[in-house]
């Protein structure tokens, strides 16, 4: 885990991962009923990530959760393999990410 955890990055991408999971989950909660069949949700939560006024405004949790999720994922999980290649490429225009000294 202290690999997996080596930046500032990637804690503060775990902690918006996290919030991202309880709020998306409590936004679906809200969102769907018991009385939805299960095509209707995920076309109620497309609307939703796709920025539908109306859905929006019916299930702003599910919007910032989605998102938090999303964003999560990019600065923990996928920072080596994504994201942290993007930004070494924007900055010295080289793909691969450097390798740290590990003590």
Not at 44 to 72: H, I, K, Q, T
Not at 83 to 102: A, C, F, M, Y
Request: net charge positive.
């Amino acid at each position: 885990m202290e690999a997996f955890s080596n930046t500032i990055t990637k804690r503060l991408g775990l902690l918006v991962l996290g919030l991202g999971v309880i709020v998306l989950i409590c936004g679906l909660y809200a969102m769907g009923g018991s009385h939805m069949r299960a095509q209707k949700f995920f076309e109620s939560w497309f609307e939703v990530v796709l920025w539908d006024r109306n859905a929006v405004r019916r299930n702003p949790a599910v919007l910032y959760g989605s998102y938090m999720v999303l964003a999560g994922l990019l600065l923990s999980i996928l920072y080596d393999k994504v994201t942290g290649r993007l930004v070494n490429w924007i900055l010295t225009g080289n793909v691969s990410v450097p390798e740290r000294n590990q003590p």
